[in-house]
């Protein structure tokens, strides 16, 4: 072990970065099939969130590698959720991967750590609000599943 | 500006086939952690009067002249989830005085909303800003469970502020005054 190896973090805190990694990795695959399949402002859009994407990658590995882990590579290839071959289709893609997203940061929010729990609610609202312009409408729990809702104290962890 | 997949559509779809690739671990399984009483419950309070006032403003905002109801509609319904799934949290012991005696949030002297449509989109506007910042500065003293349905909801608020902006914009571009 040489002297530059940072100390290594809580392992529940390595885990929901490599879980919000995990996602921005599929959601940079994810946005380039939505980018392909628009045109015009649409696909502009789609390649200005594209690349946000690419950017909170680059910091999730950082954060992960400052904390003493390696970050988790990309697969070669994702199994889309959704076939695209429509500009809405395309759209729906974005949105599923913005909900995605969204539920892999409220990980970061479930840390005790201050600014970790700071940095993964703001990701959440970047992703609600770009989520938001592909579907067209807003949502009153972005990155929460209908069972979390549903059944808040069902059991403790 | 992008197509209306319904939403029922895309949650269809969520479920059908899963994209990620790399990781099974789901951040939001940590939501059934319970909230403990104490500093929780104060916590949870002040959101739920946050959330009360939010929905009260919007219910005076459309009572009052002008305002887009079928903009501000879907936005206060959002609200009044919120508000719901924040007191499905609060575990009140038997007995003990309630401190929130208004079930709906409505007419407890209703917030002064401005009454020219512009202004009061301005006015909600500055109200989810407020309430979304608000919601993050609850975040460090509470339960993970509540700290993840607090950041939803600030993050909900957000995505508000787009879409007053763009009934402000088409209001403007309609019909000044």
Same mark, same amino acid.
């Not at chain 2, 905002?61 to 002249?65: K, R, S, T």
């Not at chain 2, 508000?83 to 079930?103: E, H, I, N, T, Y």
């Given at each position: 072990m040489s002297g530059h190896t940072p100390p290594a973090a809580a392992p529940a805190t390595l885990d929901a970065l490599q879980s919000a990694l995990a996602a921005e990795h599929a959601a940079v695959y994810g946005y380039g099939v939505v980018g392909a399949n628009l045109t015009g402002s649409q696909m502009a859009a789609a390649t200005a969130d594209w690349v946000a994407h690419q950017v909170a990658r680059d910091t999730l590995e950082a954060m992960i590698r400052s904390r003493g882990g390696e970050p988790a590579a990309a697969a070669a290839a994702y199994q889309l959720p959704v076939t695209v071959r429509t500009p809405g289709e395309a759209a729906a893609l974005a949105v599923l991967l913005e909900d995605r997203i969204a539920a892999a940061y409220l990980g970061l929010v479930a840390l005790s750590g201050t600014a970790l729990r700071r940095f993964g609610a703001l990701q959440v609202r970047a992703a609600a609000l770009r989520g938001a312009a592909w579907r067209g409408s807003t949502v009153a729990f972005p990155g929460l599943s209908a069972a979390a809702l549903a059944a808040p104290r069902r059991r403790a962890t | 500006m992008a197509a209306h997949p319904t939403r029922r559509v895309v949650l269809a779809a969520a479920a059908a086939l899963p994209l990620a690739a790399a990781s099974g671990c789901d951040g939001v399984d940590v939501l059934a952690a319970p909230p403990r009483p104490g500093p929780a419950v104060s916590l949870l309070r002040s959101a739920i009067a946050a959330e009360q006032l939010m929905v009260a403003r919007y219910e005076a905002? @459309?009572?009052?002249?002008g305002a887009p109801a079928?903009? @501000?509609? !879907? @936005?206060?319904?959002?609200?009044?989830?919120?508000?719901?799934?924040?007191?499905?949290?609060?575990?009140?012991?038997?007995?003990?005085?309630?401190?929130? !005696?208004?079930?709906?949030?409505?007419r407890a002297g209703a917030p002064a909303v401005p009454a020219s449509p512009a202004a009061a989109l301005a006015y909600l506007r500055a109200a989810e800003q407020t309430a979304a910042a608000a919601m993050l500065d609850r975040l460090p003293h509470a339960p993970a469970s509540l700290a993840q349905l607090l950041a939803s909801i600030s993050a909900s608020e957000a995505t508000h502020v787009p879409v007053l902006d763009a009934a402000a914009a088409d209001r403007t571009g309609q019909a000044p005054g």
């Open positions: - | 905002a @459309l009572d009052g002249a079928a903009v @501000l509609e !879907p @936005l206060l319904s959002e609200h009044r989830a919120h508000l719901a799934q924040l007191r499905s949290r609060l575990v009140v012991p038997a007995g003990s005085p309630s401190p929130s !005696p208004s079930p709906s949030g409505r």
